[in-house]
């Protein structure tokens, strides 16, 4: 297995700092990690953004990150679902 690189933006950094509780930090953080751990990245791509822009799931929490080059991601934002998309 080839880990990839993760990489925050300022604004996923602040959103993951603003979540309600440590477990649900946890749970994002774990998911994450899964992601850096994987040899595909398993998202699914986001309509309309860009077509660099996949998201993955974290109960009703959403993740989007963009993909660089072979084995570097860019978490871009950290939301819930109702309202990552605006």
């Known amino acids: 297995m080839n880990p990839s690189e993760v990489r925050y933006t300022d604004r996923a950094i602040h959103?993951?700092?603003?979540?309600?509780?440590?477990?649900l930090k946890r749970q994002i953080r774990n998911r994450i990690?899964?992601?850096?751990?994987s040899e595909?990245?398993?998202?699914?791509?986001?309509?309309?953004?860009?077509?660099?822009?996949?998201r993955i799931r974290s109960g009703d929490y959403r993740i989007l990150y963009a993909l660089e080059g072979g084995s570097r991601n860019t978490?871009?934002?950290?939301?819930?679902?109702k309202d990552i998309y605006r």
Do not use: M, N, Q
Request: net charge positive; charged share 30%.
């Open 75 to 81: 978490i871009l934002d950290i939301g819930h679902r």
């Open 15 to 23: 959103a993951l700092e603003k979540l309600p509780t440590k477990k």
């Open 40 to 54: 595909t990245h398993g998202g699914t791509r986001v309509r309309g953004i860009s077509s660099d822009v996949y």
């Open 33 to 37: 990690d899964r992601l850096a751990g």
